[in-house]
């Protein structure tokens, strides 16, 4: 769902970042408490995601770096810092570190139920302010710097935009992992994209689509015992994705070729149905009858199109000669007023 | 002379890295004027309307909107950006787009109803663009994306409008649709700032005109000011307008 801003910003790899960044987070608090419990850990990755995304921005801003170097940078910086601190977890004797490696690749059926209520609470809070301040959000990704003159001030709506992403990141670690998470936020937002040109519809699909990715994903890991449950989730949003990428009616691939394959014969039928007109018009009598031949001149021309003239009823053939019916006549004259009309 | 000033501009210099690309200019700019901003590419007159509007945090200077800060005199200004910088591929339609210009007055987490709609749709009237209320920004061309944004401004209802190159890419009908337009808000008793390119229209669209160059080069009225001598000094070559009476 929050996905669907990330992707509008074009800041695909930020979930990424973040995630990456929410490890070493993980690592320290498991460091500092000892606790193993879920809602300690991911406080610690809220609060080192938090503090890599706005790193990021400060780094872009203070900096002639490109947004994607800086977004680089951080992610395996971090990543490498989470990594390091994760072996040597590892290493220490008396550490259970057995629960630890779940974030890496997620591992839904380790889910307690509260962990489960924890995540309902925290989506239905930002369903909430999403909701009240989506005028803000919209008009914000779409013209920034607009916003700004209107009198709105933009860094706290952003501030608000790029934290819920940073809680959203976090809260899908445990079931996702930290290597496939941006892939989880970005794909159902994609997918949702395809299908709807507006925002609100586009949100709501992407959420649709991600939970659910969610489900069935974890349906299937739980019923294969050894499947971690990120990459299978990942995998079902991929198959929307594509799924979306070739099939959706406006933007898909095989309808654009479809569409494309159909105006182009309607161009020639038209063209050519044009071009007949041109002749008849000339003469009084409109199913005055004309030699095929002449058509030859018309570089369109094919039998086939005439065949097509003459099974729509606009063109009736006798022998090698042709004549335009009413109806055909009534059609190119039509053709003709309206391609004047879209000049304009 | 003009009566009230509308837009005052003191000693502004504006950098992005170390060299200033806007150096220590004032400008009075009066009530009721039609202006045009003219200077070469790069000359800063983009920089020049986002610093006024507080997009840009100028290095020294201020602003004053009928003789207070900017930042108290908002709603009195509306903004007409260049095209190219938002990204027209985002899902959202024509109305929906003008429709943000109500979004200032309504301030924080209202949400526009049927009065904003009202207004929304009235301003897309007045640009020739209520046929394709409902398309998708996407499929719009340049200059129909163009008077959408000058829609979107017009629905703030302000007393003041700065646009950046509002004529960029538009046909001959569209460019004189838009300035009728913008001749009837300054008939309205409106302050219209423009950044311009065409110098041979200058002297039959505007009244007043600021060359502008890094420096100020002059501002003023364009009858007197309008000269081969500005010209040369803003371009740097030896420009020759034949100015029509
Ligand atoms: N974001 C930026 N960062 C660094 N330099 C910038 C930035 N934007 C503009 N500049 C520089 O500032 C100077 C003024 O730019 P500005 O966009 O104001 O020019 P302009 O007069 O509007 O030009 P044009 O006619 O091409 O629109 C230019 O030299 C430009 O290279
Ligand atoms: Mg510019």
Known sequence: ?344 | MKNKIAVKVDDLTVAYNYKPVLWDIDLEIPEGVLMAIVGPNGAGKSTLIKSILGILKPIAGSVTIYDKPYEKQRQLVAYVPQKGSVDWDFPTTALDVVKMGTYGSLGWIKRPGQKEKKAALEALEKVGMLPFKNRQISQLSGGQQQRIFLARALVQNAAIYFMDEPFQGVDATTEIAIINILKELRKAGKTVIVVHHDLQTVPEYFDWVTFLNVKKIATGPVKDIFNDDNLTKTYGINYKVSIQE
Request: hydrophobic fraction near 50%; aromatic fraction near 12%; charged fraction near 10%.
């Open chain 1, 1 to 344: 769902m929050l996905g669907s801003f990330a992707v509008l910003r074009k800041q695909s790899l930020l979930g990424d970042a973040i995630s990456h960044a929410a490890l070493p987070g993980i690592a320290i608090a498991f460091l500092l408490t000892g606790a193993k419990d879920s809602n300690t850990l991911l406080l610690g990755a809220l609060v080192s995601g938090l503090l890599g995304t706005f790193w990021i921005r400060g780094i872009i801003k203070k900096t002639h770096l490109k947004s994607d170097t800086a977004l680089g940078l951080i992610l395996s910086l971090f990543f490498g810092f989470g990594m390091l601190l994760l072996t040597f977890i590892q290493k220490q004797p008396n550490a259970n570190q057995a629960g630890l490696d779940k974030y890496l690749f997620g591992q839904a059926a380790t889910l307690l139920e509260s962990d489960v209520w924890m995540m309902a609470i925290v989506t239905g809070i930002c369903l909430f302010v999403l909701l009240l301040f989506w005028k803000e959000f919209k008009i914000l990704l779409f013209d920034a710097d607009y916003t700004k003159t209107l009198g709105f001030n933009t860094k706290i709506i952003d501030i608000l935009i790029t934290s819920f992403i940073v809680l959203a990141i976090v809260l899908g670690l445990q079931t996702v992992g930290v290597v496939l998470m941006s892939a989880m936020l970005l794909a159902p937002a994609a997918a949702a994209r395809q299908w709807t040109n507006s925002l609100s519809i586009m949100v709501f699909l992407a959420a649709l689509f991600g939970a659910f990715s969610g489900v069935f994903g974890t349906a299937i890991s739980a019923s294969q015992n050894n499947l971690s449950t990120g990459p299978v989730i990942v995998i079902v949003a991929s198959v929307f994705v594509l799924f979306s990428f070739v099939f959706s009616p406006s933007r898909g691939l095989l309808f654009k070729q479809i569409r494309f394959i159909k105006n182009r014969r309607d161009l020639q039928l038209h063209k050519t149905l044009a071009f007949m007109y041109n002749i008849v018009e000339s003469h009084e009598n409109i199913s005055h009858p004309h030699a095929i031949k002449i058509l030859n001149n018309f570089q369109g021309y094919t039998k086939g199109t005439l065949q097509k003239l003459v099974s729509k009823n606009y063109v009736v053939l006798q022998g090698n000669m042709w004549s335009l019916t009413e109806d055909g006549f009534k059609t190119a004259a039509n053709l003709y007023s309206q391609q004047t009309d879209n000049n304009e």
